[in-house]
């Protein structure tokens, strides 16, 4: 993207697209924007690019502006699969050549300040955005210092790779996975809900040992965990007998399993009651609330996530800003990939229902499913259909749930089939974000 | 092929002057089955092509679904989640692909 295309998003200078959308017509959508409103959206990762790829094919007279700072998206999902050894940091890498080539103006910055009142984004690099309709979906933070002596400098040494970023957690990770000594010790902390992706640590648990049962099957995992129960518990824990025998260890919170403490230098965990656990590699997944755009904003609430509308997805706190993915209060929908996609549209409809005359979805339906591997060729599910409420969300009863548990011998046949429709969904939504 | 559309592209233009109707469900309710059936339902891998999938057989095959009548991995569990209308909107709109 060069400068000048920059500069002609600021108000300052909006006629300048206009006159130089006749020398740009080697790219199409650039001729139709700024026809009929635009639509920033602040965030290129599961929310973020869905809605902007949703808005330009379905909304073509409206001008969308992406704003990211990583120039190219690593997923979380199929992060785990890094770990275990089946993906490289490659096949989870998304360029947004797809989305520009749909005629989305992708800037790779950071937004810095939102102007609600004004309707303007200023940007890390100076730049201002003028919007009529704002979607955020930033993701999450990390709480540094939640548990004590966890903060960025220690996520190097315990790396958390709970955001996919430059990919350098994950791929950090695998490679103190590779290194760990003959019989070592993988110590897990796992945050309490809400958090990101709720059978995430599990599947990681799961991968990790896939990794560990061929490569170093004496090396135990010691998962330290903040609540008593776990999506898929026992799916997982099912799995986890069947395939890793004793390699796994599963603490709760009520066996001492909430770590409050962190030592980077002397590799320890340090538990709730003040047990010291020595770990060789650590993983510290530690509480988190929505990314630092959306609180310095004022969205959020005291729990540091952000209400919205359940229809709109617009901020309690603010006029047209609408906030999706794991950034909003959307409980009980899980902070997925799949929901962010899921809900991107709705807000999408309901942002620029004015604008278009077209109005929003008026019963709209909230979809996710979070496949997870558990082993080679064992994969299991959750689905949910949700709807909004007057003042929130509800899943739809009768409908959804967990795969069916049951004995290996029994059960392979799902099991396998499972873990090929998870890549087939894997590779279903990314086209849906990036395509 | 992308035909999955709110509003087909050769209609682009005419938008601005779109009539305030109510937005169709079943586009909107198949966008959440674009996540494993591909776009426009196209397929993906092991998860099937639903592109001129038979209006009938579509209804019935769901109820099979629903009811936990026909093998499935996640199906059925997704088919309860959504109303008689909804399942026609759904029907009709795969069933109108090419
Ligand atoms: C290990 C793991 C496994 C997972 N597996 C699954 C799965 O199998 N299925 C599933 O559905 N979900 C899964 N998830 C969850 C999924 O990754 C998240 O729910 C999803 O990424 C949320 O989307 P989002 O748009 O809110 O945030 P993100 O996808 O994180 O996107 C946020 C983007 O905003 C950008 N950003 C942040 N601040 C700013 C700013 N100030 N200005 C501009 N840009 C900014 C970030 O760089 C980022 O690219 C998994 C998560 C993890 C950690």
């Given at each position: 993207m060069t400068r000048q295309t920059r500069t002609t998003l600021t108000r300052r200078g909006f006629g300048t697209l206009i006159a130089a959308s006749a020398a740009t017509?080697?790219?199409?959508g650039l001729l139709r924007a700024n026809t009929n409103g635009r639509l920033l959206v602040v965030g290129g990762g599961f929310g973020g690019a869905s809605a902007a790829r949703f808005a330009r094919i379905n909304y073509p007279d409206v001008s969308v502006t992406l704003v990211e700072p990583q120039t190219s998206f690593v997923t979380?999902?199929?992060?785990n699969l890094i770990l275990g050894g089946r993906k490289q940091l490659s096949d989870i890498t998304h360029s947004y050549d797809g989305l520009r080539a749909r005629g989305v103006q992708v800037i790779?910055?950071?937004?810095?300040?939102?102007d609600a009142e004004g309707h303007r984004v200023t940007l890390a690099g100076g730049d201002v955005l003028d919007y009529d309709k704002l979607i955020l979906s930033p993701g999450i933070a990390l709480r540094w210092n939640a548990i004590e002596g966890y903060d960025e400098a220690a996520s190097e040494v315990f790396?958390?790779?709970?955001w996919g970023g430059d990919g350098s957690q994950i791929t950090t990770l695998r490679a103190q996975l590779e290194a760990l000594p003959e019989g070592g010790v993988v110590g897990m902390a796992i945050p309490d809900n809400?958090?990101?992706?709720?059978p995430g640590p599990y599947e990681r648990i799961s991968m990790i040992a896939h990794h560990l049962k061929q490569a170093n099957p004496t090396a135990k995992i010691l998962a330290f965990d903040s609540k008593d129960g776990f999506a898929k518990q026992g799916l997982f824990q099912d799995a986890w007998e069947e395939?890793?025998?004793?390699?796994i260890e599963w603490i709760p919170a009520s066996q001492?399993?909430?770590?409050?403490r962190v030592d980077t230098e002397n590799k320890l965990f340090v538990s709730e009651f003040g047990e010291e656990h020595h770990v060789d590699l650590g993983n510290v997944i530690p509480p988190q609330y929505a990314a630092g755009i959306a609180r310095d904003a004022g969205l959020a609430n005291d729990s540091g996530w952000v209400p919205v509308?359940?229809?709109?997805?617009?901020a309690e706190a603010a006029r047209d800003i609408h906030v999706i993915g794991?950034?909003?209060?959307?409980?009980?929908?899980?902070?997925?990939g799949y929901i962010a996609n899921s809900t991107a549209k709705t807000a999408v409809t309901a942002a620029l229902a004015e604008i278009s005359g077209r109005p929003a979805w008026d019963d709209p339906v909230y979809f996710n499913t979070c496949y997870s591997h558990a082993g080679e060729d064992y994969g299991i599910s959750v689905a949910a259909i949700f709807r909004p409420t007057d003042d929130g969300f509800e899943a739809t009863p009768d409908s959804g749930g967990v795969s069916p548990s049951g004995p290996l011998s029994e059960m392979s046949r799902n099991r396998r089939l499972e873990a090929r429709y998870a890549d087939a969904w894997y590779a279903s939504i990314t086209d849906d974000m990036f395509s | 092929m992308r035909t999955r559309l709110l509003l087909p592209t050769t209609l682009a233009l005419a938008m601005a002057a779109?009539?305030?109707?109510?937005?169709?469900d079943g586009p909107m309710l198949a966008e959440a089955c674009a996540g494993c059936?591909?776009?426009?339902?196209?397929?993906q891998g092991a998860i099937s092509d639903l592109r001129g999938y038979d209006r009938d057989a579509f209804l019935l095959v769901w109820a099979e679904f629903a009811a936990d009548e026909r093998p499935a991995t996640i199906m059925n569990r997704i088919a309860r989640g959504y109303t008689e209308a909804d399942v026609e909107a759904l029907a009709d709109f795969f069933s109108s692909l090419e």
């Open positions: 017509l080697a790219t199409p979380c999902p199929y992060g790779h910055d950071r937004a810095q300040e939102i790396p958390h790779a709970w809400p958090f990101r992706c709720p395939l890793y025998g004793d390699m001492d399993g909430r770590i409050m509308n359940p229809r709109s997805f617009e794991d950034a909003n209060v959307g409980a009980p929908m899980p902070k997925s | 779109w009539p305030a109707v109510a937005q169709p059936h591909g776009q426009a339902g196209a397929g």
